[in-house]
Each structure stands twice: as structure tokens, then as C-alpha cells.
């Protein structure tokens, strides 16, 4: 039910794709708003360290009244492909 494809053009051969998915803003990447997704322009190599941290904060409780759960997710697949005309 994805709302986009991706398109193979020359030139053909191996692929490396790399998809993030994240409920928050991805750090900082230099990205293109391709609509419903973003185009990554940061270097691969340079991705890792721009999208993990960790650091420490003050834990936020909401009031149990609310019912909403306060959870961020990030998840990360890399895929190689041989693409052919």
C-alpha cells in the first residue's frame, strides 16, 4: 500500500538501497522532500553518525489520565540488488 515506486534507469548493475523509517525528524541529513518520503543527500558513510546518539535527559511522564504513549522509533534495512535493462 506504499504511495511511490522506484524507478531503475541506467546505468544497470549492483544496488545499494538504504531505507531509514522514523516517527521524528531523522537528525541532521541533508534531505529532499520528495513528497510522501525524503531523499537522503548525506553521504552514506556520513549517516550513522548523524542519525544515532544517545544522550541523557530528564524523563517526561505524562499524566496517566492521557492513555498516550510516548515512544519514537527509527529502523534501518539495507538491500542489494542487481538491476538489468
Same mark, same amino acid.
Do not use: H, W
Given at each position: 500500500?506504499?504511495?511511490?515506486? @522506484? *524507478? $531503475?534507469?541506467?546505468?544497470?548493475? #549492483?544496488? #545499494? /538501497?538504504? $531505507?531509514? !523509517?522514523?516517527?521524528? &525528524?531523522?537528525? *541532521? %541529513?541533508?534531505?529532499?522532500? %520528495?513528497?510522501? $518520503? ?6 552514506? =558513510?556520513?549517516?550513522?553518525? +548523524? $542519525?544515532?546518539?544517545?544522550?541523557? +535527559?530528564? +524523563?517526561? !511522564? @505524562?499524566?496517566?489520565? =492521557?492513555?498516550? /504513549?510516548? %515512544? *519514537? #522509533?527509527?529502523? *534501518?534495512?539495507?538491500? /542489494?540488488? &542487481?538491476?538489468?535493462?
Amino acid at each position: 500500500d506504499d504511495r511511490f515506486e @522506484l *524507478e $531503475v534507469t541506467p546505468p544497470f548493475g #549492483e544496488e #545499494e /538501497i538504504m $531505507v531509514y !523509517a522514523s516517527t521524528t &525528524n531523522p537528525g *541532521e %541529513l541533508n534531505k529532499e522532500d %520528495l513528497g510522501i $518520503v525524503y531523499g537522503i543527500k548525506t553521504k552514506s =558513510s556520513e549517516i550513522a553518525e +548523524k $542519525v544515532r546518539g544517545i544522550s541523557i +535527559k530528564p +524523563k517526561t !511522564a @505524562l499524566p496517566k489520565e =492521557s492513555g498516550k /504513549i510516548n %515512544l *519514537e #522509533e527509527f529502523f *534501518e534495512i539495507q538491500k /542489494i540488488i &542487481n538491476t538489468r535493462q
